[in-house]
């Protein structure tokens, strides 16, 4: 199983709203990543998870709050966000060490914030 | 700086043609290279890699690319194009004792019938 899947698909969401994204692989790779990714741009890395724990934090705003409950599974909680954070939310997975080890990814969820 | 550029930000051709889509980096060692392709709403898939070894790659969908060194590039060639190749590539670099990715700005690949 080569896949990573990601839930939801879409997501719509106030100001105000609490929801959370999910990820999970079963690769059995120890190395997870939450990229943001505006329209017709790169992705860029949010959090790095290396085994299980966060490794790396690109700045992002506390109102985006990654968790990594267990080596499968990736969760990215979103609390009062702003409308600029509207992109898609892609997750990614590999095997963990210097080398240039494939990421693979998963289809993303497009989140729109009102 | 370190970098990974790609000149062409958008690029259309006939189903049929040829296709070269550059990439070039700058890195003060050779970093691992990725073509990596996204459809429309989709995530990433990844077409091909280099480490090391022999310069010209093959990957899937009949992709292959050619690693220069002497130029710092990586581009990535397919021999005829076909209408479900339109999406965007993007180039990505890990640098030699890094483990995250450096994404190009990506090539929108337009395919005319």
């Known amino acids: 199983d080569t896949e990573v899947t990601q839930t939801p698909k879409h997501l719509v969401m106030g100001m105000t709203n609490k929801k959370s994204l999910k990820c999970e692989q079963h690769m059995g790779h120890r190395a997870m990543y939450w990229y943001k990714q505006k329209a017709k741009k790169p992705p860029e890395l949010m959090f790095v998870?290396?085994?299980?724990?966060?490794?790396i934090n690109e700045s992002v705003p506390s109102r985006f709050s990654p968790e990594c409950p267990n080596s499968s599974l990736l969760n990215l909680h979103l609390h009062a966000l702003q409308p600029e954070d509207s992109a898609l939310y892609l997750c990614?997975?590999?095997?963990?060490?210097?080398?240039?080890?494939?990421?693979?990814f998963g289809p993303g969820t497009r989140l729109t914030v009102l | 700086a370190q970098s990974v550029t790609q000149p062409d930000i958008h690029i259309t051709v006939s189903e049929g043609a040829s296709l070269e889509l550059r990439c070039n980096y700058s890195?003060?060692?050779?970093?691992?290279l990725f073509w990596y392709v996204q459809s429309p709403g989709q995530g990433l898939q990844l077409l091909l890699k280099?480490?090391?070894?022999?310069?010209l790659v093959q990957g899937i969908k009949g992709f292959e690319a050619e690693f220069k060194r002497s130029q710092s590039s990586f581009n990535l060639r397919k021999p005829s194009v076909h209408w479900s190749d339109a999406a965007e590539y993007f180039c990505?670099?890990?640098?030699?004792?890094?483990?995250?990715?450096?994404f190009g700005p990506g090539t929108r690949l337009s395919v005319l019938p």
């Open positions: 280099y480490f090391s070894g022999d310069t």
């Open positions: 890195y003060g060692a050779t970093p691992y």
């Open positions: 998870y290396s085994y299980e724990k966060l490794s």
């Open positions: 990505a670099v890990v640098p030699l004792y890094g483990q995250n990715f450096v």
């Open positions: 990614a997975s590999s095997q963990v060490g210097i080398g240039g080890n494939e990421q693979f």
